[in-house]
């Protein structure tokens, strides 16, 4: 990683902790800079303003970390139940693992402007592509219920996922939100699963490969 590279994360990061903590709309690029330790005027030769500092953080957020992530970890599995469980799983861990981040792009990231918003777009299509993908699979296979389109089963899926980690981060008890994972995972199963198909499956995963543990 190059100075440039190294510097582009310290201001990101600096930011992740400033809107956390303040909000964004009464976060600065001067409490960001002196967050990172650094001039204002380095943070402009990386991005215009504010907004564009929250986009950025967005969009490597969902586009170019959690995505990828979510992509490779379903690939080459033949069952789309078990895709369905490491995606499930996969999202919970990874805002679990940062409250910081999560209260970001739960929060502060929807009270934002319309550019904003719009910036946000390919992330979460990308996202949603995914959710299609494993849900359309499922149908293909018999596995998953056909009488509900994939987007509809899709809204249900990240619906619920997104309300899963609203409420973790609002919530003034103290839980691992990946405690839910089982829970949340038998939930969406029920909701897309075709109980007409034969073969019997565990609806939590009790092989060590799928432990949430």
């Given at each position: ?31 960001i ?32 970390d959690l ?37 970001i ?33 499922g ?23 997104d309300?899963?980690?609203?409420c ?40 060590k ?5």
């Open positions: 990683m190059n100075k440039k590279e190294i510097k582009y994360g310290l201001i990101l990061n600096a930011a992740k902790s400033v809107f956390a903590e303040m909000g964004y709309h009464k976060a600065s690029v001067s409490k800079a002196k967050k990172a330790g650094i001039g204002d005027g380095t943070v402009y030769l990386y991005f215009s303003n504010k907004e564009d500092i929250l986009k950025k953080l967005f969009h490597n957020t969902i586009h170019d995505s990828p992530k979510a992509e490779e970890l379903v690939e080459g599995i033949n069952d789309p139940r078990l895709k369905l469980y490491e995606f499930v799983r996969n999202h919970l861990h990874y805002f679990g693992d940062d409250y910081t981040l999560s209260r792009i739960q929060i502060e990231a929807r009270q934002s402007s319309s550019e904003i918003r719009e910036a946000m777009k390919p992330g979460i299509r990308r996202y949603f592509t995914l959710i299609e993908a494993i849900i359309e699979d149908q293909k296979k018999g596995v998953f219920r056909k009488d509900i389109s994939k987007k509809t089963a899709r809204q249900v899926i990240f619906g619920s996922l309300e899963v980690v609203t973790w981060v609002l919530s003034s008890r103290t839980y691992p939100l990946s405690s839910k994972v089982d829970e949340v995972y038998r939930a969406l199963l029920t909701a897309v699963y075709n109980f007409s198909f034969i073969e019997n499956f565990p609806w939590t995963m009790q092989p490969e799928f432990s949430t543990k």
